[in-house]
């Protein structure tokens, strides 16, 4: 169909047009005051949520392995980097929490906790405990139909976020952790940070996404993938089934841990109401599905798609709305994505981008060096093998 | 000298046998022990024989839930993520068949010019219960909308799904998506604030052995026990329970059989759309009526049913039960934030240790 | 019997097969009414297909299915059972989680009435399992389920009767039983359309026989001439034609 | 005592589910670089001993023993790494993946399936995956398929599929491959190269063969021994001309009671 062919730009076209005219008017066409700053934060929210959305694209898009509990990974990786770059807390009476490793690494100058080195820690930190966490979860549940992860990380998502406000001394419950020492922070204006940190937050971005497509298309990658194919066929190729499923599950895991790792640095405060299975599961898997799983640029331009309408709807209570519409507008956002959602499903399950047809990079590297034209894709004819015996 | 040598491996390989053979037995055996272990010590403490009750009721509600739930398990085949939400938006159509409000702006509401409470003495309360009739037609009004309403799902979203052929997950998937628009939809129609279907103060009785209970609160459980031993009859004595039964067994001999599979799969929804109105309404007695209240409810309703083994409706009840009494006794111990962390522990014992279920796979 | 003029059912040229896959390639078969038929042939011959696809649960590509006259090709099992038309698939052919008693009911899901004077018609046609009959079908041995899948077949006093090998993995004197049931059965009335690995043994209980192999018709006749025939073995086994 | 020669050993091996026997006491013998036929009705227990050979099942009792050695109730991947490859009756491709890619999956212990091996050595992934793909294309232009092999596995015929599961047993050097009906919808022309190159893998690298197979034609042609099984148990074994002039056989096949035991 000719019109399929539209979606996809016309999908990116109408949310570019509308994040970046929206504040434009309202702003009497400010671009450098408001339009630009605004921009950035708008494209460093999207460089996060991409990690996240990349995880999860590992997970299910390449494993076929379900996890409904993001929130989870998310919010332990958010934690963890922030215990611990935090100096411990000072008024204990007050604010408690555990960990507080920042001023331990104060004895030499870039280690100081607002320059990169505890940024780097703290992100590290965060993908191992959600590497830990998740493959503790796995354990129980690999072995079992898909559906029985999604309840039990529906569940640890939960018990998680309970936890977290309940135990007071653990990370300072319902009130969460303020003042998390961001990387660089004092060394720019402030009105400029938000241009460093999407730097940043674009260099993590880059980062994961080539691991993840270097991993994708490594020999490990093509196992997770015949694993999302057929278990049994992968089995009777020779492959550990439990094992790779759980190196799936674990390395989806420790992205998630890093896109919350960055997402704690970039607002300098978490607090549990962020983690509800509505805005840190749900939302992921609406970037997923409609950019479409199994492509990781679709992962990324589902988060871009998802996110601006997030921000639209922000940008229209900047109108004169009727009353009615004010008060509901983000409901009616959400309605509008579970509808997307469902509609996705029926209509193109692919999704926006669907995936690609892709053996190996180090195969197209070594052929390419080899000075053999690839034939991928176009190139059909059987190009001569190299010579055999 | 093959025999010699092969001997030893032999016997340990007999003892994997026994043990394959004898140790499900071993292990359900001792879960059932554990449990009814704590069910009765909950019961005859003192410190926790009033949680026990509480335990009891809050059970009653998830049964309804898990019931449902486990049917459309049974005879579609996938987890339904949406149920706890449209249990609440049953609770809501309730709610509003009964009170016609919908809110206009936060914390104001608009009235519709007609509604069930206007019905002469509609709201006088029923004995020591806390509502009038009027909830009880306006819970059948709901049981009747979710009916429709969850036709009107399968017909838009399932049934072609299941023409695909999607995988399981697929459905999971479609669910969370339903999930979701339907709790977008109360906070649109509703808005966030808690309600309730009467407003005032309810006094508990006092009763034997030191324990409070609030009339509501054994309507809540008479109503689960009596919808359960419903659905039981209508699973065991019915013809359509029956041939609900055999289509979860063996559609392909179901058809053969002569059974139209699609008139029993709408069953199926209207069964489950008429359970999850009235788990719905329940819920909302028992707790409040709050479009957040949906989601949180799905673990322990799950845990119930993979507790009961799934696709079984009185392993649900039982399921529901042990999750309720687990969950309220542990407010004793814990702190309340942690009963959700009691659905989740049941829920990975079982799946460690007995991944059908206690009552599951009796064949 | 009696010669009628038109098969009761009667399979003409069918072509079928599972998804992109055909595996009959026209066949043809009739069976008049009251007789026996049954179907042999060596492994992969589309028996089993052959019973599917006339039943409706897989889709006929080409070829006419007539049940008294009546074109029933490409109707749904549902729509079969209610022509007169009762099928025996060969595996899995009861309801494990369900009573004995529940399985025949299920039978006789369609019937509006009699049900339970078929109820006991059955129950003395198949005493071993009327002993039973409140037990969960999963828990009956191979030859008693095999019993309980007829009984369950019969339930809607059947015209015709497709039975898919139903003396697959019994043992030799359960065969026998079921065999004589089926022969019991043929004499009240029913047309049985049989599908058999254990060919001498259902050739003798025929009028009339079909060899399939590779999905076409390779022979038929009456019963007894292919029970003497010697190229029915040289069939299954390949020697060279 | 052992036979000489004998690749794998099957004694008295039981598989029973819910007390129906699908292998019954079965013993046999696959002699080494033969291309062993097994034959014998619907539910002779074929595929479920297949399933056992390669650890896809649990035997209830019994032994299997391949080179010698035990591997009775060894998880599938690990009895592929001993050497034996199995195929599927219906073929079990994986759909979303090209065909390329369905061959490129199978050698074991290649270096880039460790995560952290793209990263650490990767010029060795690269050899290694070169290697890799000379050999898919060489075992593409065997079976003939070499033209499709960027296509998804999913949009082949169903005859192309089953030369790419045998074509999946080849990227591994396998000592046994068990093939599980593969002249099942394959074309008369594919079918005799398909004979030729069963044939030349046997006689050429010394591939043992064990072939389920319906087709007496191609039973006849291809292999020898051809053992028969019936009701779970081994009832003959011999030549294809011994087993065509066999008794027990026909009546296996045709009905009436066949001699049990001994």
């Known amino acids: 169909m000719r019109l399929e062919r539209w979606i996809t730009p016309a999908a990116f076209a109408a949310v570019t047009l509308a994040v970046i005219i929206m504040p434009a008017e309202r702003s009497g066409w400010a671009f450098r005051d408001s339009v630009i700053p605004f921009l950035a934060s708008f494209a460093t929210t999207v460089a996060i949520f991409a990690v996240i959305s990349l995880g999860l694209n590992v997970q299910w898009g390449y494993t076929g392995v379900f996890n409904f509990g993001i929130a989870a990974f998310f919010m332990v990786g958010a934690y963890t980097a922030a215990i611990f770059t935090k100096p411990p807390p000072a008024q204990p009476e007050f604010v408690s929490y555990v960990g507080g490793f920042g001023d331990k690494l104060d004895f030499l100058p870039f280690l100081s906790s607002d320059q990169w080195l505890p940024f780097l820690i703290g992100t590290a930190a965060a993908a191992v405990m959600c590497g830990v966490l998740a493959f503790l979860l796995s354990i129980p549940t690999l072995r079992l139909r898909e559906d029985y992860l999604a309840i039990v990380t529906i569940g640890i998502a939960e018990l998680l976020r309970n936890v977290s406000i309940e135990e007071r001394g653990l990370v300072n419950s319902a009130r969460g952790l303020t003042g998390i020492p961001r990387p660089f922070h004092d060394f720019f204006d402030p009105g400029d940070y938000r241009f460093v940190y999407f730097g940043i937050a674009l260099g993590v971005l880059a980062l994961v996404y080539l691991a993840v497509e270097r991993g994708i298309r490594s020999p490990w990658g093509r196992v997770l993938r015949a694993l999302r194919e057929d278990e049994l066929t992968t089995a009777a190729s020779g492959k550990n089934v439990f094992a790779f499923k759980t190196q799936g599950f674990v390395f989806g895991a420790m992205i998630m841990g890093i896109g919350g790792s960055v997402f704690a640095y970039e607002r300098g405060s978490v607090s549990p109401d962020t983690f509800t299975h509505f805005f840190a599961t749900f939302i992921f898997w609406a970037m997923l599905i409609m950019g479409g799983s199994g492509n990781n640029k679709g992962a990324v331009l589902g988060a871009y798609i998802v996110w601006g309408l997030w921000i639209i709807s922000l940008q229209l209570l900047g109108y004169d709305l009727p009353q009615f519409l004010r008060s509901r507008i983000f409901f009616i956002r959400d309605f509008i994505l579970g509808a997307l959602i469902i509609a996705v499903l029926l209509l193109r399950p692919q999704g926006l981008l669907p995936e690609e047809r892709r053996v190996s990079i180090w195969l197209e590297r070594q052929l390419k060096r080899r000075r053999r034209l690839w034939p991928w894709p176009r190139r059909r004819e059987p190009t001569e093998a190299a010579p055999v015996d | 000298m093959t025999d010699a040598v092969s001997r030893p491996a032999d016997l340990v390989g007999r003892a994997q046998d026994i043990r394959r053979r004898y140790g499900d037995t071993a292990v359900t055996a001792a879960l059932w022990l554990l449990i009814v272990g704590l069910v009765l010590w909950s019961a005859l403490n003192s410190d926790t024989r009033q949680l026990f009750v509480n335990g009891v009721v809050v059970g009653s509600v998830f049964a309804l839930g898990a019931i449902g739930l486990t049917l459309i398990y049974g005879i579609l085949k996938f987890g339904n993520f949406a149920h706890g939400d449209l249990m609440m938006l049953g609770a809501y159509f309730a709610f509003f068949a009964l009170t016609g409000r919908v809110s206009e702006r936060p914390r104001f509401d608009k009235e519709l010019p007609w509604s069930l409470d206007s019905l002469p003495g509609a709201v006088d309360r029923l004995g020591d219960l806390t509502f009038g009739y009027g909830l009880i037609i306006a819970a059948v009004v709901a049981v009747a909308v979710m009916a429709a309403l969850s036709i009107g799902l399968d017909r838009l979203i399932y049934r072609p799904l299941r023409r695909r052929g999607a995988g399981i997950v697929i459905f999971a998937i479609a669910s969370l998506g339903v999930a979701i628009a339907a709790r977008s939809l109360m906070l649109i129609i509703w808005g966030p604030e808690p309600r309730s279907y009467v407003t005032g103060i309810h006094k508990a009785q006092q009763y034997p052995f030191d324990i409070r209970l609030k009339t509501d609160q054994i309507f809540i459980f008479a109503v689960a026990v009596g919808l359960a031993v419903l659905v039981y009859l209508l699973l065991y004595r019915t013809k359509l329970g029956k041939a609900m039964r055999a289509m979860s067994d063996n559609p392909d001999l179901a058809r053969v059989s002569g059974i139209n599979t699609d008139q029993i799969i709408a069953w199926t929804w209207v069964i489950g759309g008429a359970l999850v109105a009235v788990a719905g309404v329940l819920l909302a007695i028992q707790a409040q009526l709050n479009p957040q209240l949906g989601f949180v409810i799905l673990l322990p309703l799950f845990a119930s049913a993979i507790l009961g083994g799934i696709g079984n409706p009185i392993g649900a009840l039982t399921g529901a039960l042990v999750v309720g009494i687990a969950q309220e006794v542990a407010v004793e111990y814990f702190a309340p934030g942690y009963k959700s962390g009691v659905a989740f522990v049941i829920l990975i014992v079982i799946l460690l240790l007995r991944p059908r279920g206690l009552l599951g796979a009796r064949v | ?241 | 005592m052992a036979e000489n020669g004998a690749l794998l050993r099957v004694e008295n091996l039981v598989k029973s589910f819910d007390g129906l026997r699908a292998v019954n006491n079965c013993t046999l013998e696959v002699r080494k670089g033969c291309l062993t036929g097994l034959i014998g009705p619907n539910g002779a227990g074929k595929t479920t001993l297949f399933n056992l050979i390669t650890g896809f099942l649990k035997p209830t009792s019994g032994r299997i023993h391949f080179n010698g050695e035990r591997i009775d109730g060894l998880p599938p991947h690990l009895t592929f790494r001993k050497g034996i490859v199995r195929t599927f009756q219906v073929p079990r491709e994986l759909k979303s993946m090209t065909v390329l890619e369905n061959l490129m999956l199978v050698p074991s212990d290649q270096a880039g399936e460790r995560i952290w091996n793209p990263w650490l050595f990767g010029f060795r992934v690269s050899r290694q995956e070169r290697q890799i793909y000379d050999k898919a294309l060489q075992i593409l232009e065997f079976v003939d398929l070499q033209h499709l092999r960027d296509e998804y596995a999913s949009s082949l015929s169903s005859g192309q599929k089953k030369l790419l599961e045998l074509a999946r047993t080849l990227m591994c050097d396998p000592q046994l491959i068990l093939l599980d009906e593969p002249g099942a919808g394959v074309n008369p022309a594919l079918m005799k190269r398909l004979v030729e190159r069963l044939e030349l893998l046997c006689h050429e690298l010394g591939i043992t063969f064990f072939v389920i197979e319906h087709d007496m034609d191609l039973i006849t042609r291809l292999c020898n021994p051809v053992i028969v099984m019936s009701n779970g148990e081994v009832i003959a074994e011999g030549s294809p001309e011994e087993i065509k002039g066999d008794e027990r056989v026909l009546e296996a096949y045709l009905g009436g009671q066949y001699l049990a035991g001994t």
């Open chain 3, 1 to 241: 019997m009696g010669v009628s003029i038109l098969p009761v059912l009667e399979v003409k040229d069918v072509v079928a097969g599972y998804g992109e896959v055909e595996i009959l390639h026209g066949v043809s078969i009739k069976v008049d009414e009251g007789e026996v038929v049954t179907i042999i042939g060596p492994n992969g011959a589309g028996k089993s297909t052959l019973m599917k696809a006339v039943f409706g649960l897989i889709p006929v590509k080409k070829g006419r299915i007539t049940f008294k006259g009546r074109d029933v090709t490409g109707s749904p099992p549902e729509k079969m059972v209610r022509f007169g038309l009762s099928y025996v698939p060969q595996s899995e052919n009861a309801f494990a989680t369900l009573s004995i008693q529940e399985n025949l009911e299920m039978g006789g899901f369609i019937r509006r009435d009699g049900l339970s004077e078929r109820l006991n018609w059955a129950y003395e046609l198949f005493p071993d399992i009327a002993s039973r009959r409140h037990e969960r079908a999963g828990r009956l041995s191979g030859g008693q389920r095999q019993m309980l899948a007829l009984a369950r077949a019969l339930m809607l006093d059947p015209q015709v009767l497709l039975l898919d090998e139903p003396s697959a993995s019994l043992s030799p004197k359960m065969v026998e039983a079921i065999f004589e049931r089926v022969a019991q059965i043929n004499r009240s009335g029913v047309a049985i359309l049989m599908v058999e690995q254990n060919a001498r043994h259902a050739l003798q209980f025929s009028r009339r026989g079909y060899v399939l192999a590779m999905g076409v018709n390779r022979l038929e006749g009456a019963a007894d001439e292919l029970l003497e025939s010697a190229e029915v073995g040289k069939l299954y086994l390949g020697a060279e034609p």
